[in-house]
């Protein structure tokens, strides 16, 4: 069984091999940024920025 299935596994790797729609469609979906990621970047930018903007009125409160 266990030959059977490497043998299928195998004749599909070629056969997709050679299908050049399911390669762009695989690397597409590989190289996609989910949802997450994205809102996951934007929550740190802000972050940064918020903590940029504390920073510099901190420092500007303690010239005066």
């Known amino acids: 069984a266990s ?5 299928k ?3 599909y790797a070629i056969e997709t091999g050679f299908r050049e ?3 762009k469609a695989l690397l597409a979906v590989s190289q ?5 990621e994205r809102k996951r970047e934007r929550g740190k930018e802000g972050k940064r ?3 940029k903007e ?3 009125k901190k420092e ?3 010239r005066e």
């Open 9 to 11: 596994l195998q004749e």
């Open 54 to 56: 504390r920073r510099e």
């Open 32 to 36: 996609k940024r989910t949802k997450q």
């Open 60 to 62: 500007n409160r303690e």
């Open 21 to 23: 729609d399911i390669y």
């Open 3 to 7: 030959t059977e299935a490497d043998k």
């Open 49 to 51: 920025e918020r903590g």
